[in-house]
């Protein structure tokens, strides 16, 4: 991989710092330098204190609802389509209730909620382990929640993989770019050797627009800022039961799920 005058001056600098006062005062530097040059909000961004997602699962009826909001994605970020799984790249996918919510088994829930795909992804941590075991600062936290990747520092070491309890990052162990079906020129492609993952669309968000994925849920997932009490999906979450998968282990994940009773789950599970 090239490096540019910039990145090596910074390594330089970096390295010399480590030589006089450790890696605390190292890790202050890059962090420092990665917000700087990351998080610039654009006229007319989407702005949040705190960034978080609800998806109704009342609302997904047909397996057409959840391919539509995985096409979405997959189509913008040039997420390239491997017919061998061991390879797969995948911001959103679906897993069973039963295995997305391990915490919640009862041993008598109905088989249907048990089978009921559910959409994954990123969960934004508030306390996010992937970004505590990155040795370059790579994937990072914003000021407005976000947990982001930047696949040009990434050397594919893949800790930040082992520390997610979510399952929710890929690693392109060939070159993604063949494998791409129609490539979105607005969006960057990646190289092999380099972790990704859902970004909240963050790049739609410097223009003022909803992440894909929630513009083409028709409803079902909704996005704003936790943090307004005036904010919609505040309004959702106080008048909704909600859940979110692994809160126990203290990350605090910013996705909630209305999942309703039986009837719901039944309408969730069928297929077109």
């Known amino acids: 991989m090239s490096i540019d005058r910039r990145d090596f001056l910074k390594m ?3 390295s010399a710092v480590f030589a006089l ?51 979405a994605c997959n189509n913008i970020h040039n997420i390239p389509d491997f017919s061998d799984s061991k390879h797969e790249v995948k911001w959103i996918w679906t897993d069973t209730f039963e295995h997305a919510f391990p915490e919640q088994e009862q041993g008598y829930a109905p088989e249907s909620l048990k089978e009921m795909p559910i959409p994954l992804l990123c969960n934004h941590c508030e306390n996010p382990p992937c970004v505590r075991v990155c040795p370059t600062k790579a994937t990072f936290k914003r000021k407005d929640g976000l947990v982001m990747q930047d696949m040009h520092r990434c050397i594919g070491c893949r800790f930040c993989m082992a520390a997610c309890p979510y399952g929710s990052r890929s690693f392109n162990w060939t070159d993604p770019r063949p494998h791409i079906k129609k490539e979105n020129p607005d969006y960057p492609t990646r190289m092999r050797g380099v972790v990704e993952k859902c970004t909240f669309c963050v790049e739609r968000l410097a223009e003022g627009k909803m992440p894909a994925c929630v513009e083409a849920s028709n409803g079902a997932m909704m996005f704003g800022d936790l943090s307004d009490p005036n904010s919609e999906i505040r309004k959702v979450l106080e008048s909704n039961y909600t859940i979110r998968r692994k809160s126990e282990l203290g990350t605090g994940p910013n996705i909630y799920y209305i999942i309703g009773g039986a009837d719901n789950a039944r309408e969730g599970a069928k297929r077109e």
């Open 12 to 14: 330089i600098g970096a």
């Open 21 to 71: 006062g450790g890696m605390g005062v190292v890790d202050g530097i890059v962090k420092d330098n990665v917000e700087a040059e990351q998080f610039r909000p654009e006229p007319g961004a989407l702005l949040a204190k705190q960034w978080a997602m609800v998806i109704d699962m009342r609302k997904f009826k047909t397996e057409g609802d959840y391919k539509r909001i995985i096409s």
